[in-house]
């Protein structure tokens, strides 16, 4: 499939006589003259394959016909001398499969003909939010711009539309997908072979980093997690900035992003290269319960039933431990969701939260233990692609038995 495809899926899904309109966005000032790296807007990247700053998608859908037409910046000397090389109009249609492009000065004059010819009623745009305290990103602030200039224009939410079309890859994302994966290992092979007591945190993360750039990764997918001892019971930790004792445990959450999609793969390894047995024994319930989900994914699966078979487990291994005695009780040491889904976004957009998993559909297996009393914290995630009769991971050559991890670390002490 292709991001053509993409567009033509997602077409019957619009209201006739409508207009969609999504921006890639605007570099964002820190102060003076820099700027925060910039990050595409994901939906304009799925329906358009591009990654660049100062470009918009506009799609027309008129008695069941649809168009569309990508706006992109125009070249010149002077912007190439400072900022390097600029899409080109032909580059720009075979990334994307548009054949009409024209410069993004003239998108303000070809919505205002749409907008106020009477020829299309309601216009899409991209409003999502996260969280009411998130401020407008550039695709919002047009969004009421419009809706304030063209009154008689109804403003719709393009974002529930595209989360059904993104909950399933195509054989194109997966193989992403898996290319990330597969440089998240060559990461986190290099931190195995590298790592000691007295490292510091954030040396690890320089290690993983350095070695999926080298792989040809854009970046990381997310930012690195790398927590060591005490540090690895904080579920987002990022400081990065503490000592990695001898005997302690590191809990590396992390990704490569490559193509514009993401791995999200959580390890933990002992410091020193040995596991203690008490560490083991904790090990062994976290494996234990990501070893069960990935055995019981398939079509049909909630993410809240795969959630309780992870629960389930745990909590039986931990009252065969004697550090719980009620099911009830696994809370304490686990607090979080076993899955999310995956692909162009770490916690990729569903259309909800308790649907039944179809063939396609790439998600995160990610048990955990947090025992803050004994600073032993330990997640073993790995990423499942849901197949018609049950699931693959993608992530099954990333070594994650404790023997497995011993032996490799052995090799390099």
């Known amino acids: ?46 329906y358009t394959g591009l990654t660049r700053e100062n470009m918009a998608l506009v799609m027309l859908k008129r008695d069941g016909k649809c168009t569309a037409t990508l706006y992109i910046p125009e070249a010149d000397p002077h912007a190439i001398r400072w900022m390097g090389k600029m899409v080109m109009p032909d580059e720009a249609k075979e990334i994307s499969g548009i054949q009409s492009v024209r410069y993004i000065q003239n998108l303000e004059r070809d919505l205002h003909f749409h907008l106020s010819s009477g020829l299309v009623d309601s216009a899409y745009f991209d409003t999502d939010r996260h969280s009411p305290e998130d401020m407008p990103d550039y695709n919002l602030t047009k969004a009421m711009d419009i809706a304030g ?41 290099a931190v195995m072979e590298t790592l000691r007591p007295g490292m510091y945190e954030y040396q690890v993360q320089a290690i993983f980093e350095a070695k999926i750039f080298s792989e040809g990764a854009e970046g990381p997918s997310f930012p690195t997690i ?15 900035r503490e000592l990695c004792n001898d005997g302690d445990l590191i809990l590396l959450d992390l990704g490569a992003k490559v193509d514009g999609y993401c791995a999200d793969i959580t390890r933990t390894y002992p410091v020193n290269g040995k596991f203690t047995d008490r560490q ?16 019981a994914a398939k079509p049909g699966m909630t993410t809240r039933d795969l959630n309780d078979i992870c629960k389930n487990v745990l909590a039986e291994g931990l009252i065969k431990m004697g550090k719980i005695e009620t099911p009830e009780e696994v809370g304490k040491y686990y607090m979080h969701g076993v899955s999310h889904h995956l692909g162009i976004d770490v916690h990729d957009i569903t259309d909800a939260s308790d649907y039944a998993l ?21 997640r073993i995630e790995d990423d499942l692609l849901i197949t018609e009769e049950g699931c693959i991971c993608l992530s099954e050559d990333i070594i994650r038995t404790p023997d497995d991890i011993e032996a490799f670390m052995a090799k390099t002490l």
């Open 1 to 46: 499939m292709s991001i053509t495809a993409h567009r033509e899926k997602l077409f019957p899904l619009l209201a006739d006589n409508s207009i969609t309109i999504l921006y890639s966005g605007i570099p964002v000032h820190v102060s003076q003259d820099e700027y925060y790296p910039f990050r595409c807007n994901r939906q304009f990247f799925y």
């Open 149 to 189: 200039r063209y009154p008689a224009i109804r403003i719709l939410n393009l974002h529930p539309l595209t989360a059904k079309l993104r909950k399933c890859k195509d054989e194109e994302e997966v193989a992403a997908i898996q290319k990330a994966i597969d440089a998240t290992k060559s990461g986190l092979d």
């Open 226 to 240: 790398a927590g060591a001892g005490i540090n690895g019971t904080m579920l987002h930790y990022g400081t990065n």
């Open 280 to 295: 083991r024994q904790y090990y062994e319930i976290a494996l234990a319960a990501n070893r069960a989900v990935a055995k």
């Open 358 to 378: 179809l063939p396609g559909c790439v998600i995160t297996d990610e048990p955990g233990l947090y025992i803050d009393e004994e600073a032993i914290g330990i």
